[in-house]
């Protein structure tokens, strides 16, 4: 079964150190995957505060991160009710945008890792 990571928001853990760990493991996972394309996941899913990881303006490293991993075939869907609340829909520079149905479709067909 093909693997979904659930981003949940920008941060693993609490304040300052939280971001630096939710970035960090984001361009692990794409060093991870450019050493091994057998641990691509099927897709990352961010919701919450997470979808600001999908503009290039919030954290470079990360965006190029994510970059490099849609272009390995990672689904990158970021939440369009999400986008929508912080208005930077128009903003998103990376993966696309769904719904709801889609990213529940998504989880429920995967192994989903939550971080």
């Not at 609490?14 to 995957?33: D, N, R, S, T, Y």
């Not at 429920?108 to 939550?114: G, I, M, N, P, R």
């Amino acid at each position: 079964m093909q693997k979904v990571i659930l981003m949940k928001g920008d941060k693993i853990g609490e304040g300052e150190l939280g971001k630096m760990v939710g970035a960090g493991f984001i361009q692990a996972i794409c060093m991870q995957c450019e050493k091994n394309q057998k641990l691509l996941p099927k897709a990352i899913v961010f919701l919450n505060n997470s979808v600001l990881f999908g503009l290039e303006e919030t954290n470079k490293e990360v965006f190029a991160a994510l970059k490099k991993l849609e272009s390995m075939g990672v689904e990158l869907e970021f939440c369009e009710t999400c986008l929508n609340y912080f208005n930077i829909k128009d903003k998103l520079a990376v993966g696309r945008i769904n719904h709801a149905m889609y990213i529940s479709e998504l989880l429920l067909s995967a192994e989903v890792l939550s971080l």
